[in-house]
């Protein structure tokens, strides 16, 4: 039987079938590639927006715990670096810089430059060194009125994200003096019309952008001031052998003019009390001004979650003006101390006041506890008269002493402002006479000696400053926002 072959025209057909097949099947691979490569590239941008939107989200982040920090530390230079010098030149505190603090009520405004409009400090990252160890952030904080070197764009090929701040009193503050809010932009370059406020100007540049804000509070070096000028948890006494005098002065009619405040009773302080010189509100009997066995400077005893065993009778009177135990309040960031481990004089003090205005100090003793040393003032500390808003006030200072750190005055100084000895059995050597114009609180007993003359004269307005604009920055619970 004979055999066909195909004819040229069916094995033409034939190869064209196949050739379409052939093309349909790389039409459809292609796209499966292209596809996939759409997927990977919309993938990769993603990621790369994730990667610039994580950058200056954390870069704000940065900013506004940055800004917390410096809120509470001494005073710094125009890169925003500690200073060192005595308070005598330029350099300003962190929130001298940026805010106004009325001494007198407390009232918290942004400073100004000429014209209107804050002063911003800001910061970029600097990831030009080969280690990551050493990048950082470079920093510039300009001072209204005086001029400053910009601040330059950090080379290398590292991430290089900036944040600019500005400080404001917005409507959800209105009514709170010791309140203000902080605002942190931020963007993944060191760029004007990126860092910019408001947020809603910041769009089309191919940055990552973020803006945060919370607002701050500042809480009081002293939450309750003293109602009288000397005010004594225990009992007061002369020492054996003392020749000194003692004077106490208070004619401030709101505290209701209180000399002296004591926990002792009036029957066993009595001896000590007809001893002191008092001057109160005119017209009210020297023995009148005298609060004596007064049960608040014994606060009761109470129960408190996490501290075994409870706290004493002590850290209970700590509480009592500074609104926390002592481990909290000396235990907080920026606490500025003085050290007193052997015997200290009062320049010692004064230093750390320059270089740390607006905070509490913090007279440290020896290691060891039964090893007693002593603070000598021997030149004045705090001022008395400074004209401010809105008259006259003084710059007060706030010296916390530690459990084994008497108190000795000399040379006739004065100290403006409140001095708190946390000595059991807290002893004053006064030779040469001496004043507190404030008040002065001992959380125990306290025995005056020596030959001088002791006088403490209430002064409210040193008070009232030290419990309105001196004290620590923190955060409001619940006023934190971001927007991306």
């Given at each position: ?12 057909q ?14 459809i ?12 590239i919309?993938e ?5 927006n994730?990667?610039r ?6 870069s ?16 710094t230079?125009?890169a ?8 005598s030149a ?5 929130a ?20 209107g ?15 990551p ?9 300009p ?14 090929a ?6 600019l ?15 203000i809010q ?6 993944t ?12 100007d ?10 945060t ?14 109602t009288g000028a000397?005010?004594?948890?225990g ?9 000194a ?16 405040h004591t926990?002792?009773s009036?029957?066993?302080a009595a001896?000590?009390v007809?001893?002191?010189a ?28 996490g501290?075994?065993p409870?706290?004493s ?13 002592p ?10 101390e003085v050290d007193c ?7 010692a ?11 509490a100090?913090?007279?440290?003793g020896?290691?060891?506890?039964t090893t ?7 030149v004045?500390v705090?001022?008395a008269?400074v ?17 084994n ?11 403006v402002?409140?001095v ?26 306290l ?10 004269v209430?002064?409210?307005d ?13 955060r ?9």
């Open positions: 039987m004979r055999k066909h072959s195909p004819t040229p025209t069916a094995a033409r034939g190869g064209a079938a196949t050739l379409i097949v052939v093309m349909l099947l790389f039409f691979m292609s796209m499966v590639a292209a596809y996939t490569s759409r997927n990977l919309f990769q941008r993603t990621s790369a994730q990667y939107s994580s950058q200056a989200f954390e704000a982040e940065a900013g506004m715990e940055w800004a917390l920090a410096q809120l509470n530390a001494g005073r230079t125009n925003c670096v500690p200073s060192t010098n005595d308070g330029t350099d300003q505190s962190f001298q810089r940026y805010l106004t603090i009325d001494r007198g009520t407390g009232v918290i405004t942004p400073r100004a430059v000429s014209g409009g804050a002063v911003q400090p800001r910061c970029v990252f600097n990831s030009i060194a080969t280690d160890a050493d990048w950082n952030w470079s920093c510039a904080c001072v209204a009125g005086t001029p400053t070197t910009a601040l330059a764009a950090p080379g290398g590292g991430p290089a994200p900036a944040f701040m500005r400080f404001r009193r917005s409507p959800s503050v209105t009514g709170r003096n010791d309140l902080l605002e942190v932009n931020s963007c370059r060191l760029d004007d019309a990126c860092l910019t406020f408001p947020i809603d910041r769009g089309g540049t191919g940055d990552g952008v973020a803006a804000s919370v607002i701050l509070a500042l809480r009081g070096a002293v939450t309750r001031a003293p000397l005010s004594v948890a009992a007061l006494s002369f020492a054996p052998g003392s020749t005098t003692l004077a106490l002065t208070n004619q401030d009619n709101t505290v209701g003019g209180v000399t002296l926990a002792a009036a029957a066993s001896t000590v007809a001893a002191i008092k001057t109160g509100v005119p017209g009210v009997p020297p023995d009148s001004t005298v609060v004596a066995g007064d049960p608040a400077l014994q606060p009761a005893s109470v129960a408190v979650s501290r075994n409870a706290p009778t002590a850290e209970r009177v700590f509480a009592l003006y500074f609104g926390v135990f481990d909290v309040y000396l235990g907080q960031p920026g606490m500025v481990s052997s015997d200290c004089a009062a320049a003090v004064n230093l750390a006041l320059s270089r740390n205005p607006g905070r100090i913090r007279v440290r020896s290691a060891t506890a007693v040393t002593t603070l000598t003032l021997d004045n705090g001022t008269a004209a401010g808003p809105p008259a006259v006030l003084p710059i007060p200072a706030l010296l916390i002493l530690d459990p750190v008497n108190l000795a005055f000399s040379n006739g100084v004065t100290l402002g409140m708190y000895g946390r000595r059991p059995g807290w002893t004053w050597t006064v030779t040469g006479g001496a004043t507190i114009q404030g008040a002065a609180v001992a959380e125990t007993d025995a005056v000696g020596g030959t001088g003359a002791m006088s403490v209430y002064n409210k040193a008070l009232t400053a030290l419990r309105v604009a001196y004290g620590t920055f923190v409001v619970p619940g006023s934190w926002k971001d927007f991306q």
